[in-house]
T-cell receptor, first 112, second 114 residues
Framework: DAGVIQSPRHEVTEMGQEVTLRCKPI?????LFWYRQTMMRGLELLIY????????DSGMPEDRFSAKMPNASFSTLKIQPSEPRDSAVYFC??????????FGSGTRLTVV | KQEVTQIPAALSVPEGENLVLNCSFT??????LQWFRQDPGKGLTSLLL?????REQTSGRLNASLDKSSGRSTLYIAASQPGDSATYLC?????????????FGKGTKLSVKP
């Protein structure tokens, strides 16, 4: 089991550019979550999927953020256009029903 | 709205001490509670998961307790070691949340001095 795999590990981009973060959940896990972590706000849920269907996207900060899960083994979080205040660590996590969460190593995003 | 608070925000102890980290939550209708460890610049590692029907879980030198009625959980670390230095995060999942999200505290940053 390779765990939850996120890519890239680090991303530095210029303001206004499109950023795409990727996540591969653990095989057999039916729920996938995108979190953002900042010093000021800690860990915040952005969106989660259950069986590839978005269930709650109330945490997505604004329309510049979008997430997709085209199949059970892949999800993307896209920011377009990116802004400096989007700089944070973005985590993906997955779980089975009645199990705990497993987190990926995160993507550290810096928007300059 | 569920809120999770962790006290203290930071803790420094000498090696070998037993210590307790505290977590409180405002809504006692939780499905489960999970403790995580986060090393600097790294992801979250799950330490212990306590279901709402359980009162404690143990793994090696770690013991986590849960008192739903008072909205509290503690993480006890026995015989602390420098390798235990990390940020410890508490997170709860509410009922109606069997497919729902975790609500995190801000964490306790632990430093164990040799």
């Amino acid at each position: 089991d390779a765990g939850v795999i996120q890519s890239p590990r680090h991303e530095v981009t210029e303001m206004g550019q499109e950023v795409t973060l990727r996540c591969k959940p653990i095989s057999g896990h039916n729920s996938l979550f995108w979190y953002r972590q900042t010093m000021m706000r800690g860990l915040e849920l952005l969106i989660y999927f259950n069986n590839n269907v978005p269930i709650d996207d109330s945490g997505m900060p604004e329309d510049r953020f979008s997430a997709k899960m085209p199949n059970a083994s892949f999800s993307t979080l896209k920011i377009q256009p990116s802004e400096p205040r989007d700089s944070a660590v973005y985590f993906c996590a997955s779980r089975r029903s009645d199990s705990g969460y497993t987190f990926g190593s995160g993507t550290r995003l810096t928007v300059v | 709205k569920q809120e999770v608070t962790q006290i203290p925000a930071a803790l420094s102890v000498p090696e070998g001490e037993n210590l307790v980290l505290n977590c409180s939550f405002t809504d006692s209708a939780i499905y489960n509670l999970q403790w995580f460890r986060q090393d600097p610049g790294k992801g979250l590692t799950s330490l212990l998961l306590i279901q709402s029907s359980q009162r404690e879980q143990t793994s090696g030198r770690l013991n986590a307790s849960l008192d739903k009625s008072s909205g509290r959980s503690t993480l006890y670390i026995a015989a602390s070691q420098p390798g235990d230095s990390a940020t410890y995060l508490c997170a709860v999942m509410n009922y109606g949340g069997s497919q729902g999200n975790l609500i995190f505290g801000k964490g306790t940053k632990l430093s164990v001095k040799p």
